[in-house]
């Protein structure tokens, strides 16, 4: 791990015991967790259960909501103090899921294809967003989905004063995320059907009323 990896790692090791008390990212409200079941369900494809990877998995609580609704997840995320939040989510709950530390622009799955892979919030963290795409393509089966929850949120009230990221941050390509508008430019190429539903006026997924860019993307290659 170089330098600037372990300086994001180190980063969300600091943030893991805390980062639940966000009500988008623990759930603990009924509503909310509710309202992110649904919309799992209706990003994924129908039918039987899937092999789902979730990158950027962070505490897990998308991974224990898939896991509920029957799915096989693998999670990866680079912060080891996330993983072992997510494994004892899961744990507690009875349910059984993979979780591995490791860099989500190359996940450590070896020749694995999936037939769904998960992203929230995560690609403003990565230093080649594009080429994690390209990567994220190649681990899906023919048919496959990407589902890429995304948004610019620290653009506007007091979000634009959020804490700093790690140093260097300012230089990542997409720091504060990346509009609908630039994230279906970059993905279209690479998938043969591409959608974007718009997620700002659903205040349930966040806890409360929103005034920034949230969506979701959701490709099939």
């Known amino acids: 791990m170089d330098d600037r990896s372990s ?8 943030a893991a015991p805390t980062f639940d008390d ?44 898939l896991a ?3 799915h096989r997840v693998t999670g990866v995320d680079l912060a080891p103090a996330m993983v072992e939040r997510a494994r004892g989510k899961l744990a507690a709950a009875g349910l059984p899921a993979r979780f591995l530390v490791g860099d989500a622009s190359a996940p450590p799955t070896g020749d694995e294809r999936f037939d ?7 690609l403003w963290t990565l230093p080649d ?22 948004g610019r949120w620290r653009e506007s009230g007091p979000e634009a004063e959020a804490e700093p990221y790690v140093a260097g941050a300012e230089l990542l390509p997409w ?3 990346i509009g609908a508008e630039g994230l279906t430019a970059a993905v279209r190429p690479l998938v043969t ?5 718009h997620l700002s006026a659903v205040p349930e997924l966040w806890g409360g009323p929103v005034h920034d860019e949230r969506y979701v993307l959701v490709a099939r290659v």
Not at 7 to 14: D, Q, R
């Open 7 to 14: 300086a994001i790692a180190g980063y969300w090791n600091a």
């Open 22 to 65: 966000e009500p988008d990212h623990g759930l603990t409200a009924s509503h909310t967790r509710s309202a992110w079941a649904r919309s799992l369900d209706s990003w994924l494809p129908s039918g039987p259960p899937l092999d789902v990877l979730d990158l950027g998995c962070g505490t897990g609580s998308l991974s224990l909501l």
């Open 68 to 70: 509920e609704a029957g």
């Open 116 to 122: 769904v892979l998960l992203s929230r919030h995560l």
């Open 129 to 150: 967003p594009e080429a994690a795409l390209r990567e994220w393509v190649g681990r899906l089966r023919p048919g496959g989905q990407l589902v890429l929850v995304e």
């Open 175 to 177: 720091q504060g995320g």
């Open 193 to 197: 059907e591409l959608r974007v539903d």
